[in-house]
Structures are given as C-alpha cells and as structure tokens.
C-alpha cells in the first residue's frame, strides 16, 4: 500500500505545485504594470500584453492604458514611415514585427473611442480591420485627417506611403457611400470631391513621388475611381467614364506599364457599373 500512497503524494504536491505556477501566470496585472509593460518591456512582454489586452472586453481598457496603447501604436506608424525612407535610400533592414503590429492595430480598433482616431489614420494601410474601425466614428472628427493622407502631394519618404493614400481613399469611399455622408458639412463634403479630382486629373505626378511605382498609381486611381463613383457627383462621374475609355490619359496619371494600365482601367470600369 506504501507504493500508491507513495504516487498520490506525488502527485498532490506536484498540483499544488503546478496550481500554484498558473495561479502566479494568470494573476490579474495592474494598469500600472500593463503600462510599463507596452512602454518599457522587451518585446516578448510587449506581445504578451497586446495579446492580454486582445482578450479583454473594450470596457475594462482605462483611458490611461488607451492612451499608453495609441502611443505604441504611433510609435510603430513613425517606425514604419522611417523604414520606408531608409529602404528607398536602399538601405538593409532587419525584419519588422508584423504580427505584433497588427494586433495593436486590432486591439485599439476594438476600442471604438474617439482618441484613437489618429493613431488608426495611421495605420489606414494595414487593412480592413483599420478601416471599418474608423468609418464608425463621427465624419467631423475623422474626414479632415482622412483628406489630408488622401491629397498628400508627396508620395514616399517624405509623405504617406502609396498605401496610406490608397487606404484612405477607400475610407473615404466608405463615408460618401453611407449614411455617415448626411453628418458632413457642406465644405467637408466639398473638400472630399476636391481630392478624389485632384487624384484622377494627375495631380500626383506633379510633385514626383519618391518611391511610387506604376502598381502603386494604378492602385491610386482604382481607389480614387471608386471614391468618385460614392459622391456621385457629375464631373467626377463623367471623368471616371472618360478614364474608362481611355488609355492614354490613364497613362498620364503616371502609369506607363501596359499591365497598370489595364489594373486601373478595371477599378474606372467597376466603379462606373456601380455608377449606374
């Protein structure tokens, strides 16, 4: 009998043990740790506190923690912006960290509060998590920050990226297709116009965007044809039918390979069925 009594013993101090372990894992941290924690950690804790976060209900994230999240998150937007400078230069980068980037983006877009607007603009070209995030908040507070990427005349290391204008094209796409569009004001309405113009008459050229290849103007003018189709607005309309139709003056937008050409002439073809 010595023997199982020898293996139950064992095996309870191996529980209370191992109980023990994941009841010190899985003890609640403070705001103050969790802040210390996303600012200060290395990066493993920094992961492991985004993926905390993640997991928790958007009520329990204090303004404090808010605001210690939309500082990492502008911290990795400015880190990006300086990767891309340092790449057109042809600089040799050591790997970015993706994952963790995109899980900040999803817990702050999570968080619907209005201070993180900024910090989402700036992570516009991440994807649709971003996006739908943004397009849910009040036009006003968002629409200007969203036509000033969006009509950037610099393009690349001194400017937003291609698709940091591209993302907020679509953004705006999304707001002039919606209801949201009613809660613009006569001059933000305008103002939007204004940039999906600017973005389809070759505008963009002008300036000679540093880094922009011909993908990244046919993917331009896709998003611009598609934000001109949402405003309905005649001269738009009637300028994306021409891009539609011809070449050429695609081509004058800045995209001289035959196969931007035809990318871009499919987003003017697609915007205008939407049209009608």
Known sequence: MRKPLLTIAVALVSFVMCDGSVLAQTA?????????????????????????????????????????????????????????????????????????????????????????IPSLVGSVDSGMTAIYALVRFEPSQLVPLLVTVAGAGDIGANGPSAGEVTGALRTLALIMGSEQR????????ARVRAVAWMRLTGVQTV???????????????????????ATRDPDLVHRVERLADNRAEVAALGASQERAIDLAQMGCRSAVARIR
């Open 28 to 116: 609640i941290p403070s705001e103050e740790q969790l802040v210390s924690r996303l600012t200060k950690g290395p990066q493993r804790e920094r992961n492991a506190t985004v993926a905390y976060l993640e997991r928790l209900p958007p009520g329990q994230v204090s303004p404090t923690l808010l605001r210690a999240l939309c500082d990492e998150l502008d911290r990795l937007n400015s880190e990006r912006g300086r990767r891309r400078a340092l790449s057109l230069r042809g600089a040799k980068l050591d790997d970015f960290e993706a994952d963790y980037y995109l899980a900040l983006v999803r817990v702050v877009a999570k968080l619907g509060d209005p201070a993180a």
């Open 182 to 189: 009613t809660r613009l004001s006569t001059q933000l309405d």
């Open 207 to 229: 300036h000679a965007p540093q880094g922009a290849t011909d993908a990244d103007v046919a993917g331009i003018v896709m998003e611009a044809c598609g934000l001109a189709a």
